[in-house]
């Protein structure tokens, strides 16, 4: 069944708190540990359940296209050509039989490690050396052991109930048959893969889509026995063997894939849980971030509507680390949605300078404005600051603010070493924003004669110069001339 995030809406939850009943999201669980699947509900901090990607699995009728590529990865088609080709250039006495037979064994094993593989969210094949090394080859014993046991069911049942009921116990073995593989492939007990109940219960939790796939699957072995058919109908024996084990061997592996991700699609119906695992060792390294998990709780906090508690753990977090232009960013925007503007006050040396490193002037606009309701005649103590506001300010056209904040500069910061840009900013706003070209001049002359020894005094002149022909104050053009 598929669960959305609380907090998320359309976004497949991958945790559930059982006492909060509540569904998380990766995005709201960041330090989760899903390799353990392990992690700690964010309200009452008692352990949860991993639901891995059963709310996010694609429909298995949505991936046809991905089946039939499967056996066509490097290492599905180095197992089959291995167990297709060599049988047939060994030779026909008993060691070239124990060959043969190895190597079907290596087949089958290989399959049925490709369910569980699938099953556990490798959408990848598993290597070449599943198929020829460690354990696992009794997979196949049990598998016979399985036939054999159905077999008896089935006799059984016509010596007890007649051919009616002989005819019933047939219908269920073909019936269940794949979900006695999927069981066999996934416990490795026979006995749980006989079990009539144990796979009516398993038939039962998928429900519809398993007998979906069991069309499918007739499908393909109705499809697989007339390839093969073909092939040794149309080609040379020795050509027609090939082909047909090569056909036989893929048809497999695309069922078994199937069957896997069946499995997979439908992990929380059957009580287990895995999770795509190819980019595993990514998200494992971000899931350890703390950063991340603070984003998550200031997240959900704001969706429940909890600004105070928003605003004091950003207000925490900045006792930490004063200067987090993150954290300030986001204390500026909750601050300003609240329109709590005491709280603004207080930040707003931080909260300026943030602004001025982004080149916000809208936003400086703003906060200066909403300090001007409680402080009239509001003006900076830091010159390097107040310089700073004010070109964002100029810059994005709010002339008279940057005036405003500029003004009395002299008489304020007498020795500051601003002064001279302060005042060319000054004559800028007034001559290029304003239009007043007079005031602009007398402020440039101004620099000319108090600030003789700042860098910026010898592009007084041209200022002044544009100022007279009334042209845009943009200062002396640059040169690439190379002085000899």
Partial sequence: MKHDC?????????????????????????DADTRKQHALCPHCSRAMRYLGAATEAVPFWNRIGAFFRYPFHTDPLMVIAICTLVPLVVSGNLIGLIITLVLALALLKYTYAVISHTAEGHMKPPPVAVAFTGSGFDIVILQLLVFALMGGMVAAAAMVGGPLLMFLAVAFVILALPASIMVLAMERSVMAAVNPMNLAVLISRIGTPYFLLYGYLILLTLASGAAQDFALTHFAPGVARTLAGFLNSTFTLILFHMLGYLLFQYQEELGFASDLQDDENAGEMQNRDRTHRFDADIDMNLKEGNYDRVQSMLKEALKRDSQNAFRLGQLHQLLTARNDIPELYRYHPRLLNMLAERNDGEGIAALLAAIETVEPGFRLEDPELSVRCARCLYQRGHFKPALK????????????????PAYLLVAQALA???????KASAFLNFVKKRCLNHPLHEQVDVYLQQVENREPLKGPKASFAVQE
């Fill in 405 to 420: 904040l500029l003004q009395d500069f002299h008489k304020r910061f007498p020795d500051s070493e601003e002064l001279a």
């Fill in 432 to 438: 290029n924003g304003l239009g007043q070209w007079e």
């Fill in 6 to 30: 609380h907090y998320h809406p359309g976004e497949p939850a991958k945790w559930h708190c059982g006492d909060c009943q509540i569904h998380y999201c990766t995005r709201c669980m960041p």
